[in-house]
């Protein structure tokens, strides 16, 4: 009901109270609790003062997500687009917690505004230096929809394959990532070990492919156990580090917000876990010039694929 008079019986405090309910459901903005006449009054403070101690109290007794995993929704950023805050946000992922807070803030609310996240997909055919960047993989495509790594931002919008295989990997970069449409099962692993030893290995350059695997490393997916498996599905939203090993087995149009800062190591491994075997990807400046035209987009494929968005109502 709309906070009224004008119903008989009604009292300023029946008012509140239901508006409190329309509040607590999501049906009314809070801020009109404090227009309405009784709020004031001794019982109405008594009734928010009682739910705001009930809503600190169930806070309090939820453990915080892990890494990696959901967390609650970050603080707004104040005025303009979700594009004017990108224009504007420089993220230090060497505090990783305040960097994952920021940007699972900006891939939630771009998630959840078609307009903006229409406009960015449909400017990169305009933008020659973005479409260079659009990759087409086995797994998945990706659009590079923002780039300032300068500050440490680069967005872009996955879009999974045909091709569905279990295969762990990690990422030279941290990153943030929110679940548009469709969904993957989702395995964090512990590696006993590091793979990486000393850091840079000039010799990983030459096992870039799973036709083609590190012939050096052996039994290494040994080594390898689960940890936490769970569904990621629409709204789904979380930080991984650069250091975590991961996988995910996606269903059919799954599409997501990426939004990564920079590269802090030299490269990153897959593994196949059927033939036991490993590889390494390395960033475009430090690839084959094969390679870089094997993986490139083009524009028509782009115009296919911005298709497909459209079709599955993402942009």
């Given at each position: 009901?709309?906070?009224?008079?004008?119903?008989?019986?009604?009292?300023?405090?029946?008012?509140?109270?239901?508006?409190?309910?329309?509040?607590?459901?999501?049906?009314?903005?809070?801020?009109?609790?404090?227009?309405?006449?009784?709020?004031?009054?001794?019982?109405?403070?008594?009734?928010?003062?009682?739910?705001?101690?009930?809503?600190?109290?169930?806070?309090?007794?939820?453990?915080?997500?892990?890494?990696?995993?959901?967390?609650?929704?970050?603080?707004?950023?104040?005025?303009?687009?979700?594009?004017?805050?990108?224009?504007?946000?420089?993220?230090?992922?060497?505090?990783?917690?305040?960097?994952?807070?920021?940007?699972?803030?900006?891939?939630?609310?771009?998630?959840?505004?078609?307009?903006?996240?229409?406009?960015?997909?449909?400017?990169?055919?305009?933008?020659?230096?973005?479409?260079?960047?659009?990759?087409?993989?086995?797994?998945?495509?990706?659009?590079?929809?923002?780039?300032?790594?300068?500050?440490?931002?680069?967005?872009?919008?996955?879009?999974?394959?045909?091709?569905h295989f279990d295969r762990p990997h990690d990422h030279r970069f941290s990153f943030s990532s929110r679940i548009v449409t469709g969904g993957y099962t989702h395995t964090w692993y512990h590696m006993d070990g590091?793979?990486?030893?000393?850091?840079?290995?000039?010799?990983?350059?030459?096992?870039?492919?799973?036709?083609?695997?590190?012939?050096?490393?052996?039994?290494?997916?040994?080594?390898?156990?689960?940890?936490?498996?769970?569904?990621?599905?629409?709204?789904?939203?979380?930080?991984?580090?650069?250091?975590?090993?991961?996988?995910?087995?996606?269903?059919?149009?799954?599409?997501?917000?990426?939004?990564?800062?920079?590269?802090?190591?030299?490269?990153?491994?897959?593994?196949?876990?059927?033939?036991?075997?490993?590889?390494?990807?390395?960033?475009?400046?430090?690839?084959?010039?094969?390679?870089?035209?094997q993986k490139a987009m083009g524009l028509d494929a782009y115009r296919q694929i911005r298709d497909r968005l459209e079709k599955l109502g993402v942009i």
């Amino acid at each position: 009901m709309s906070p009224t008079r004008d119903v008989v019986g009604t009292s300023d405090l029946d008012v509140y109270a239901e508006t409190l309910a329309d509040v607590i459901a999501g049906r009314r903005p809070a801020d009109e609790l404090a227009r309405l006449p009784g709020a004031t009054s001794p019982a109405a403070l008594h009734i928010r003062r009682a739910h705001e101690e009930a809503l600190a109290a169930r806070a309090a007794e939820q453990p915080p997500a892990p890494h990696g995993g959901p967390l609650p929704e970050p603080p707004p950023y104040q005025g303009g687009s979700v594009i004017d805050h990108l224009d504007r946000l420089t993220v230090d992922w060497n505090d990783f917690e305040a960097a994952g807070e920021a940007t699972r803030d900006v891939v939630q609310r771009l998630a959840d505004d078609k307009e903006s996240l229409r406009k960015l997909v449909y400017d990169v055919e305009n933008k020659p230096e973005l479409l260079a960047m659009c990759e087409r993989h086995q797994l998945l495509d990706y659009i590079v929809l923002y780039d300032a790594l300068d500050r440490g931002v680069r967005l872009r919008l996955h879009i999974s394959t045909e091709d569905h295989f279990d295969r762990p990997h990690d990422h030279r970069f941290s990153f943030s990532s929110r679940i548009v449409t469709g969904g993957y099962t989702h395995t964090w692993y512990h590696m006993d070990g590091d793979l990486y030893g000393d850091g840079p290995d000039p010799q990983a350059r030459q096992y870039l492919n799973r036709h083609n695997p590190d012939p050096r490393v052996k039994d290494q997916l040994n080594r390898l156990t689960p940890h936490i498996v769970r569904w990621e599905g629409p709204g789904s939203c979380y930080t991984m580090h650069h250091s975590a090993i991961h996988t995910t087995f996606t269903t059919p149009d799954t599409v997501s917000l990426f939004l990564r800062g920079p590269a802090e190591k030299d490269r990153s491994v897959i593994m196949d876990k059927e033939e036991g075997t490993l590889w390494w990807r390395f960033g475009r400046q430090d690839e084959p010039e094969e390679r870089r035209q094997q993986k490139a987009m083009g524009l028509d494929a782009y115009r296919q694929i911005r298709d497909r968005l459209e079709k599955l109502g993402v942009i």
